[in-house]
Every structure is written in structure tokens, then in C-alpha cells.
């Protein structure tokens, strides 16, 4: 199965939409471009990931972000080193792969190279943990650091969010 723990940026928004209607494949590619094909885009860091997040403009969220930590199954990878928008017809059911990891970064050894991973069938991502955080930055008082607070989503009746700051 190669199944794996990987971290998907996105909007606390988003976050209520996937945990009522799963998860939408092309939903990350919109904002960022398809650099390894169609597909839901995830990865193994957390700070990449929050590179993807974005904040709630308006609403119960206003200026948070968000994240899914998911169980993913990559099955059998197709990786590239370089650039491919086409990446997602070499994957699917009836094809070589399941999934495609394409990196960036220096390869030579001298560098950090970082993955991507890509999946085009919303079955192999199960979206186990939401992170629904604020980004501290040093406008914000310095108080905030640590602050932890549990509050009820006016979205999901009976679930609660931890919001980390």
C-alpha cells in the first residue's frame, strides 16, 4: 500500500467543506499550478505545507490558518526530478502508478530538496487530524505564545478544533 503520513495546506474553510464532502483532488492545484500534474498536493513537512494555507478572510476563522494531517496510500510512486504539468495521465487504476513524488531543490547533496506528492484518486487520502492555527509574527504580542484554546465549531455541531497559536 506504501502508506504514509503528509500534511495538505488549505483554509479552515476548506477544511469544514472536505470534512462533509471528502476530499476534493484538484482543490490545491487552483492556487499554486499543476508543477507535477492534476491531483491533491501534499507533503511531508508541515512548514511546506503551510506555505499552501491560507486564512478566512471573514467569519468564524477570520485570520486563521489551516491544515490536514492525512493517511495517504501512495501505492506504486512515479518519481520526477523536474517539472512535469502531464504527470497525472502516467497515474490511475489502469496505469504503471498510483501516485507521483516530484522534488525540488539541489540533488547534489549540497542542498535540502523537498518533495511533493501528488494523488489523483480521492480514496487513497483519508483526512485524519485538522490543524486550524494563527500565525504568530511579531506584531502580535508575545503573550499569545503557547496559548492553546478549545472552541466549538459553529459548522459542526458537536465536534471541537483545537486552535493553536
Known amino acids: 500500500l506504501n502508506e504514509v503520513y503528509l500534511f495538505h495546506g488549505t483554509s479552515p474553510q476548506n477544511v469544514m467543506y472536505i470534512s462533509h464532502h471528502g476530499f ?6 487552483d492556487m499554486f499550478g ?4 492534476e491531483g491533491a498536493y501534499l507533503h511531508e513537512d508541515a512548514s511546506e505545507a503551510d506555505k499552501r494555507s491560507s486564512d478566512d478572510k471573514n467569519g468564524y476563522y477570520q485570520g486563521y490558518f489551516a491544515m490536514l494531517l ?3 496510500t501512495l501505492g ?3 518519481i ?6 502531464d504527470a497525472h495521465l502516467q497515474v490511475g487504476p489502469d496505469k504503471d502508478f498510483d501516485s507521483t513524488v516530484g ?3 539541489n540533488h547534489s547533496g549540497s542542498g535540502m530538496v523537498r518533495r511533493e506528492f501528488v494523488v489523483t484518486e480521492r480514496a487513497q487520502i483519508y483526512p485524519e487530524y485538522a490543524i486550524i492555527y494563527e500565525r ?15 472552541l466549538l465549531s459553529d459548522r459542526m455541531e458537536g465536534e ?3 486552535l493553536l497559536s
Do not use: H, W
Request: charged share 25%.
Open 24 to 29: 476534493p483532488v484538484t482543490m490545491s492545484g
Open 34 to 37: 499543476f508543477d507535477f500534474g
Open 70 to 72: 492525512c493517511r495517504v
Open 76 to 78: 506504486a510512486v512515479q
Open 80 to 85: 520526477l526530478q523536474k517539472p512535469d504539468p
Open 103 to 105: 522534488s525540488y531543490g
Open 136 to 150: 504568530i509574527t511579531e506584531n502580535k504580542v508575545k503573550s499569545k505564545c503557547g496559548e492553546q484554546r478549545v
Open 160 to 162: 471541537r478544533i483545537l
